[in-house]
Every structure is written in C-alpha cells, then in structure tokens.
C-alpha cells in the first residue's frame, strides 16, 4: 500500500516535471489569464474561445474565458475588467466591443500593471493611456479588402453594389464598411448605391435584401457584414432566380456559408479563423511573461474562400 | 350671521349637448352649513365642479362677498378662499402631512437657493392638527394613515389656505359612527369661526344633525331651498324623487324553506368560529362595524378567500374548500361591496355583464350566438328596468344605481339560488335603492335565499328576516325580525 | 367637418395604409412584385407571432418570450428534422412552445409574477438554454419536405399566406365566437370580477400564454424553413416588433380590448411602412425613429378616437 502511494508519487511528480520541461515558455506556466470575448453565443466567437483554451492547455495556462451577457456591451465589458483587476490575474487579453469606450478599462489595466494582449479589435489609443502589448488581428479592413476585391473581380469590375450592416456605430461594421468602401472606389465601374443596416441576423438580411431588390432592379454585388445576412441574401436573390446574375460575399467563414459556396450560391467569404486569433493572442501573452519582447501587431492568416479552394477549409 | 358669502346666479352647463344644470340660484351664507341633497345625475357634483373651479360653466355668473367673480382654474377657486374635498382624496401617499397640507405653495426659506422651509411646514402644520384636535406628527407619511384621518389632512390643507367656503363631498360615506361624530364637531367648529360649508350627502338622517340649510337639487334645477327646522325626512325624499316613497322596504314575509347554506365554525383571516345559516325565502342580515369581519365571511363563503377553519354547508352537503367557480357552479352568487372594481367590468356593455355568469350554461356548445346573447340581456334589463339606450351601453357610463341593477341581473340571470348582497345601495340614490330593495323582495318570493350585509341599520331592520351582529370577527347575537332594534344592534356590534 | 374628422379617426389605419402603398409603388419599377413580397412573404412571419403578443396583452400582460421560445423550439426540433423525422419535429417545436408558454402561464398566475417581468425573466433564460443547446452550432440543409412548408406555393399564393390566414381565422373564431374567447376578453378587462364570477381565471391565462407559445414555435418553424437554417439567435427582436405591431393595430395595453384582427392591420402598416423607407432610400438610421413615432402617434389617435368618441358619434 504504502509502496504503491510513493509509486503514484513518483509518477505525479515526473509528470509535472515532464509538462513543465516540454513547455516552451516556462515563465508562463501557472500563470492566470482573462481573455474577454464581445459575446458569446455567436459560433465564432465560441471558436475563439475554444481556440483560447487550447493554447492555454498547451502552455500550461489556467485561462478564464468570459463576455458580456448583453453582446457587444461596452459597459459589461468594463465589469468583467473590474472583476479580472479584483482577481488579481497575471495578463489580460481583450477584445474590445467599443474601441473607445473601453479606454478607462484600460487605463485601469496599466495602472494595476496587468499586461494587456489586444485581440481582433483594436483599443483607441489616441489619448496614450490606454496601453497594450501588442495587437493581434485578423485585420477587419483586410478582411472587407479582399471580399470586396473578390466581388469586383466575378461582376468584371463594374455594376451597382450594397453593403449590408450589423447594428449601427459597431467598431466591425465601421471597419469592414470602410474597408468595401475603399476597394469599390477604386473601380470606375462599381457604384455604391446604398448601405442598409441587417442586424447581423438571417432573417433580417433576407427581408432587406428583399426591399434593395425592388429598389434597385439593377443591382450587381451584395457584400454582407457577416455570412448570416449573406445567406439572408442569398436566399431573397435565390427567390427572384438572380443567383449567378448578383454577386454575394460575406465575412467570417461559418460552415453554413462554406457549405453554401459549395453548392455555389454564395460566391464568397472571409475566413477569419477565430481560433488561430485566439491561439495566438494567446501564445503572445505566454510569449511575454516568459520575458519574451512582443511586436507591436501581430497578424493571424486571413483566407478568402471561394468555390474553387472551399473543400480545404471545409476539411479543416 | 345673514351675510352672504357665495351667491349662484342662473348658472348652466351642459355635456355634449345634454344639459346637466339649469339657470341654478343659490345663496350661501356666511357661516353656515349648507346641504345640499339629491340623487344620483341630479348635478350636484357638477355644480361643486363649477364652484371650485374645475369645469368651465356655460352661462351664468358667480358672486363671492357681493363682487362678481370668474373662477375658471382650481387655483383661481383657492385663491378667492374656495376649496372642496373630494370623495377621492388629492393626497400623495408617500410624502408627509406637512407636505401635502403645503404642497404645491411649500413656504421658501432662503429666496436663494429656494430652500423649503421644513420647520415652518412643520410647526404651521402640527398647529392646523392640533385645531382639528388630532394628535399626529406632521413628518407621518399619508400612507401610514386611516381614512379618517385622511380626510382630516384635507380638511387641514383647506384651512391652510384660509378657504372661506369649504365644499365637501359625501365626507362621511367612508367613515364610521364615531369618526363622523368627530368630523361633525369639527364642521360645527369651522361655522362658529364664520366658514361656510356646503356640504353633500346621501345619508338624510345626518342632515338633521348638521343642517343650517338644504337644498334639493333634481335633473339639474334646484326644487327648493329651506331651512332645516322647517324639513322632515319625507319632505325631502319627496322633493328628491318627486314622488312619494311609502313604504321603502317593501316585505312580504314569506314561511321559509329548507336550509340552503351553513357555515360551521367557519374561520378565516379575519374571523372566526362563525356559525349562521341561511334558508330559502328568507333575508339574513349580518351587521357589524367596519373591520368587524362581514365582507370577509361574504368572501371565504363565495371562495374568493380560503377557508382556514370549519367547513361550508350548501344544500346540506359539506366543502372544507371552495374556490369562486365551485360557489358559482353551486349557484351562489356574490354582489360585492366595490361596484366597479369587483362588481361588474364597468369597460365592458350591460349585455356583456348580464350574461357573463351563465356563459357557459347558456350556450353549451361553446359557440356564442349573439341572437340569444340579446334577447337574454334584453329581457334582464326590461325586468330590473336599469335605465339605458341599449344593453350595448358600457356600463361605466351608467349611474351607481343602474350599474348595481347590472350586477344583480348578473346573477339572476344565471339563476342563482343564494344571493349574498355586501353593502347592496351604498352611494346609491333613493329611488334606486327602493328598486333594489324591491328586487330583493321578489326573489326571497321566488324562494331565494339572501345573506345581506349593511352599515345602514334602518335598511337592515327594513328588510332581513334575522340579524347576525358582529364583533371582531365573531358573531355576538342573533335578532329575529321582531326584536330587532338599531339599539339593540348597535350594543351587540360595540 | 365633423363628419371627415370622425371619418378619419375611424379609418386612419386603414388610410395610412394605402399612403404607404401608394408612395412605396410609385417609387418602385415592380410595385406588383413588391406588394407580394410583402403580403406573401414578409407579413406572414410577423403576423403569426404578433398575434401571440396581441392574445396575452388582451388578458392584461404581455409576452416578451416570444423570440426565444421560438429559438428554442425550432432548434431542439431541428435535431429531429433534420434527420427527416418532419412530423416528430414539428410536433415536438408545437410541444415545446406550448409547454414554455404553460411555464409563463404559471409563473404570472400561480407564482403572481408581474407578467413583464416573468416573461421578460423568461426571455433570457431560454434564450441562454438555447445557446447552450447550440453551443454556437447551426443546423441547416434540411429537405426539401420540410421546406416546401414555408417555400412552396398553390395557385400562386405562398404557402405561407394560407397558414397565416387559417391561424386569424381559428383565433378570430375562438376569440369573438366562443365562451373561452369572451372569458379571455373579460379576465383581460377585470380579473378581478371575473373571478368573482366564477371563471377560472387562472386557468384562461395559462392557456392564452400556450397558445402565445404555440404561435412563437410556428412562426419560429416558418423561418427555419424558409431561411433552411436553425440557430440560436433567431427572433431576437421578435418581442418587442410584436408589441410594435399590436400597439398599432390598436389593442390596448390595459387588457380586454382590440383582437386579432387589429394586429394584421398593425402589421401590414410596420411592414409597409418598413419596405416605404426602404424602397425610398431612407437611411437605416431614420427608421428606428420613424417607428417609434407611429407607436406613439398611433396611440394618441388611439386616445383622441376615444375621447371623443361621443362628440364625433363613432
């Protein structure tokens, strides 16, 4: 009996000796992190956050993952800071619902000297105070860039396009909306006739794209916010039978809108791999309390999903 | 003593096109109590609207000491030294006596900062209370406070605006015995002082107390003035309906049947270990004091409220449970005390109302026919002759009287074979109540059974077979209709 | 005078509506198609579960659960369907909306919760199983047995006009025609007396708040094939366009008036008046505000046509 307690002693021990030798950034083992999400019931952000525990189960980590109640909720955002501080946790990564409204969170953060690792959203720092590590992006306007690069290029460079948009004054639908924006100017062809807010949801997008249907009999390219109004889309074009004449692409790269561009309905999304960008936000904090130095961005590979190269992200 | 303080000139109004007063003359006179009767739609409401200034008269004109006045606000009709007291109080629960005596004109202590003066409220306050020889501490929330004393906040605001008339309406309808005794000396104060109150009522035996003057208003015009020595009770039930009323308790004793309800050692909330009964063709009273137990009986009997102890007895079978749809299956039926909110849907028609007891009796099959819905409330209103156009009228815009006939055909509609009647003609006018009255009597007829529950001792002397007296909560005496007297009763109910 | 401001304070719904059509057609190159997509398509939806809304606010409350419960029902039946147990499905969505609207019923009549907070308190708490359901999984591609429910049309009429319309007419039928539906009425207007008159009160709420339930999981189950995807977010703003439409139809919040009926022409003005803005290129951002100006003025006209009901012999 007592020989097989020190034999399981003994094997306790060189298993966490073991662990602690293989990981690859010994001053983060142990080590507490809070990584804050803008929601989470949303599927990618639930990728996130499996992406986040992952990496802490890989460098020995213990990480609570958490999001306001209330998506996107500036305001809950800042309790869950409070809370974290109250914690006492050794690093903080954040993704911010308001890239403004966060900043006296932050400033909160660097006074308590907890380190911050900015993820997917980027914190204002236009005051100075609200100070972070290092930002790791799966770039929103690069994200808009290529989907609406890749629009342009099925509706040959020109025709009527629309924006459909997530609820109003969202950071993700000012960036991506300026991201299309930028890209549909710079072909003569292309004429922006309207911007129309879908509430990020299905049903929603179905019944506006509907209306824009009516309203511009002519339009050419419908680029969506996110693949749930996409798909919205795609159904009300589906109905007036102009799939193929109208060009759709969403952002985000969910599997009903995979399956979609295989069937070749949709034409394309973004895939924004929220997982990797939670990964390495957070093997960039176990990067820095190893003592490591951190770049100020850090880039997360972005792909644009089309019919010809959907089977691979479908595998993956 | 014989100035006059407030003379009514030919004043009219009338409500889209329906003329409520007409061409009204009245003096009132320095110091004096001023009553003024009539029944239900008569216009007395409407005349103190005008006086105080919350309606707008249509013609006519108002002198206040011998100089013409246009009183068109409420703060006009205040500021000229008139006030009234409404049957609802404009008191605001949750702020303090002091407050609301001062609301709206709270003093100012530093001109500023516009500070209240809190001390001055307080100390004017507690002085205005000590008048009224009430012990209370002006910083006591409304909220905490009875009804009588509720009133007495009211009649404190008035004075503290130095009011030199002083309109009250119905003030005694929500008070006990002793409360309006002490409401009475304080009047009999304020008019030795030289205001002059002009005060409504329904209860003709107070007036005789009270009364420098009467007034009897009918349809809108003044039948007479006269003073009080000079009026009796009859004479002025006859100028109120224009006819006489005989006999208002119209009985026929009937031999009663078998038992229909027994409560055994029934106990409940607010009472206990009662024990009464209940046979067909005859009318039971209970009486009792406020709080004494009598609507709570009524309600746990008709399964509003649970029944803690004892059990219930109808037609001879026993329930130590009742619930409002059982009682109404078993054919009781409850007219309650508070008309419009437990009574009937006062939002809802007369046909809607009428019928809403026998639904699903009436129409077994569960589909409505609007054909038979009509002709069953067309019938229950001819026969209780409650007085509108149609019986798609809603009911809210029935009189008390009408309304209460609407309740009671309710129930006769749906046949039912025990009729308990809380407090069935309170604020009701005399006609009306003479109709009631009437009513009860042909059911008993029928061979009904009615338990009747009433504050007005004649009433119930008028017309129960036997009385139940009762006393926090426990039935202290049974009177037969030969013994009963209101002394009696009264030393039974104390 | 009095005659066309009587007139137009009985009708004004009604001529709101054709304003709103004539405006939207004469901007619009296919009026005709914009009309059926409004009527066939976008109407249907907010009818089924408006009229959820509409029953509860006649007993006095309200039902803001409607767009979780129909999240949650369509997404457990998805599991279902999509193995192609359709019936088994939708059964099982009308069960589950019926038994979450039995659990409302309870709370507001046993339990005595105000009925805002109860199914607003409600509202997160299914919403939240949902998610855990899901747990940010969809459902989708489901056969085309399924879909044809909300895709499919006879004689050129979308499948889901029919389904709405036979919904107002049972409701209307119970509603105006029967002892329940008159009980419902005067529970809604009184409780109180209608207790006091032997109805079981209780039992009429519980039973409204599941047919309210029933209503949210059908329409749930029409989005879900028309869009041929379960998730969890769906009906999120469901509560609250539900009351939008039943407060402009006319039903009053006090309880014991308006009906149905009322709730159409509510919603074909929300949706009319949706698809105006949208056809005449009016920015997203001026529509909230122009909504919420028609639920207020509709309820002034609502006042002004009662005051002066009498004056104006309406």
Redesign the interface.
Known sequence: MKKAFTVFLVVLFSISVFSVSAAPYPGAVGKKATLILKDLTNPVWIQAAEGAKAAAKDFGMQIEVVAPIVSNNNDEQIQLVQQAIAKRKDIMILTPADSKGIVPAVTELNKAKIPVINLNTKINNESGRANSETFVVADNITCATLCATELARLANGSGEAIILQGPSGGQVTIDLTKGAEDTFAKYPGIKLVDKKEAKFDRATGYKVTQDMLITYPNLKIIFSCNDEMALGAVKAVEEVGKLGKIFIGGIDGNKDAMASIKEGKLNTTVFKNFWLQAYTAVEAAAKFLDGQKLPALIPVDLGIVTKENVEKYLAM | MDETILEIRNISKSFSGVPVLEDINMCIKKGEVHVIVGENGAGKSTLMKIISGVYKKDKGELFFEGAPVQINSVQKALSVGISIIHQEFNLLPHRTIGQNIFLGREPIKSHFLKTIDYEHICKRSKELLEYLGLDLDPRTLVYNLGIAQQQMVEVAKALCFESKVLIMDEPTATLTRKETAKLFEIIKKLRSEGVSIIYISHRLEEIKQIADTLTVLRDGKVVGSLSIEDASIDQIIRMMVGREIKDQYERHYHTHGEEVLRTENLGAKRFSEVNINLRRGEIVGLSGLVGAGRTEIAKTIFGEDAIEKGSVYVYGKKYNKMNTQRATRLRIGLVPEDRKEEGAIVEMSIRHNIIHAVLPRLFKSSVISKKIELSVASKYKEELNIKAPSVNKLVKLLSGGNQQKVVIAKWMCADCEILIFDEPTRGIDVGAKAEIYAIMSQLVGKGKAILMISSDLPELIGMCDRIYTLKDGKVTAEFSRTEATQEKILAACV | MKRIAGFALNYYKIILLFAILSVSSSV???PL??IK?MIM??AP?VMIYSFGMTLAVITGGLDLSLGSVAAFSTCAAAFLIIKDQIFLGIAVCLLIGAGLGLLNGLLITKAKVNPFIATYGMD?VIRGAV?IMM????I??FSNDFKIIADGSFLGISNLVYISVAILLILMFVFQ????G??V??TG??T?????????TDLLIIIVYMISGVLASTSGLL?VA????A???????FGLQALAATLIGGTSL?G??GGVGNTVIGVLIMVFL??CL??L?VS??W?DAVFGLVIVVSALLEMAKQRYA??LQL
């Open positions: 619009t190159q296919d198609q914009n997509n398509i976008q939806f997160w998610y747990s940010g999984a969809m989708y591609h025609k029967t002892v329940f008159r009980n009425y005067s207007a009184n109180k007396v209608s207790r006091l008159t032997g109805v079981n989005y028309r869009l041929d995807c998730e969890a977010f769906l009906g999120k703003n006090q014991g008036k949706m698809n949208n056809v290129k997203t951002l529509q009498n004056y």
